[in-house]
């Protein structure tokens, strides 16, 4: 069962935005913020005092950028870095020593990025698997829909199946969702011996039971359909506590958690945020292409976590 305080369909991310108003913003290392998008992106949710932005880059490329498009970041504190590797070492040392409580990516691709949080000496990572989490307000959806992992894991085997799950179920935690429902996606609802996904989804369900996987209620495998629609579960006859009221979905693999959010975005209507867990920090990652919208979401999605203590 979702909490009372859930929000109404379609203003689901607003919600949260509206949630954060009530904590002081918290503080957030902007990773190479040189283009316009991410720059602006950092302001706009200082000025909703969602964060407190340090932006860290080269101090020329960050002013030069603010010149252009005529933003004012006298306020806010500047550290100077001679490129974007440097920038991403240097935003991980700070969230590694809690100088700051989130990370942010800024004008600096994924891959750098992540090469910085990751490092085995000077990271962030925990003893779980990295992974990305789309956060979908889905117009036809009567709460939040969560799809996993998009962004990251390629092609996940069992025990990265299992670490997206756990990273998923921890960040429900901190929203508010005490119980998170997980389907566990596959093309049928039944176990087939030559798809490997029907197999991971009977091993998960079965990880979950033996207390490998804890704090949510998982079922699969289950077709789109049958995760999402509760009439489609019992035409099949598919009895399931999931049906119909998934929070989570977890895809086979990269590809079609990335197709599916996307479809749902462009196709749909739905509004997106993102974010990286299962470092020690939350990690703001948003499409080069996000609106407004979508940026202050994932960050206060981030800070969401942060005021709620649930980085596990």
Request: charged residues 20%; negative net charge; hydrophobic residues 45%.
């Amino acid at each position: 069962m979702v909490l009372d305080n859930t929000p109404p369909a379609h203003d689901q991310l607003e919600f949260f935005i509206e949630q954060t108003s009530r904590t002081p913003p918290v503080s957030t290392a902007v990773i190479h913020p040189v283009d316009a998008n991410s720059l602006m992106g950092a302001i706009e949710a200082a000025e909703r005092s969602i964060i407190d932005p340090i932006l860290i880059g080269p101090e020329d490329k960050i002013r030069t950028t603010a010149e252009e498009h005529q933003l004012d970041i006298s306020q806010y504190r500047l550290i100077n870095t001679l490129h974007s590797h440097d920038s991403a070492e240097t935003a991980v040392k700070m969230a590694r020593s809690r100088d700051v409580k989130i990370l942010m990516k800024g004008g600096i691709s994924t891959d750098e990025m992540l090469r910085a949080v990751v490092n085995k000496t000077n990271g962030v990572r925990t003893e779980r698997r990295l992974s990305h989490l789309f956060m979908l307000d889905v117009p036809n959806y009567h709460k939040p829909l969560m799809i996993s992992d998009a962004a990251i894991n390629i092609a996940p085997d069992l025990n990265i199946k299992r670490d997206i799950i756990q990273n998923a179920i921890y960040f429900c935690h901190a929203i508010g969702i005490p119980a998170p429902k997980v389907a566990i996606l596959a093309a049928v609802e039944k176990v087939k011996s030559n798809m490997q996904s029907t197999l991971d989804a009977a091993a998960l369900c079965k990880m979950a039971d033996r207390g490998q996987i804890t704090g949510g209620v998982l079922d699969g495998p289950l077709a789109f359909d049958n995760a999402i629609s509760l009439e489609a579960a019992l035409d099949k006859h598919i009895s399931s506590a999931v049906s119909g009221e998934a929070d989570i979905l977890l895809a086979p693999d990269l590809e079609s958690a990335n197709m599916l959010g996307k479809q749902l975005i462009y196709l749909a209507g739905a509004k997106s945020a993102g974010l990286v867990l299962g470092a020690q920090v939350p990690i703001v990652l948003t499409s080069r292409a996000e609106k407004t919208l979508g940026r202050l979401a994932s960050c206060a999605l981030a800070a969401l976590q942060i005021t709620h203590g649930d980085i596990r």
